[in-house]
């Protein structure tokens, strides 16, 4: 299924939800939570599964989505 621009895709539940936020604002949180990674090792949950989770269990659940090899 293809994505809008503004969608964005939950690792966790994988539900596709609008993006609530810039672009901007989500690299800046995401290196806060990830460090400096590749773009593509990056994962995004919606704000549900966020809640659930911890930012280093987001490292396991790119794993079992097979976002990191
Ligand atoms: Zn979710």
Redesign the pocket.
Known sequence: MAMKKDEYK??????V?KKGWSDKETMKEMKELWGNIPLEERVI??????KEIHPEKNLEIARKCGYIK
């Not at 939950?10 to 539900?15: I, M, R, S």
């Not at 949950?45 to 966020?50: A, E, G, L, S, Y």
């Open positions: 939950c690792a966790k539940c994988g539900g939800f949950v919606c704000d549900d599964c966020f």
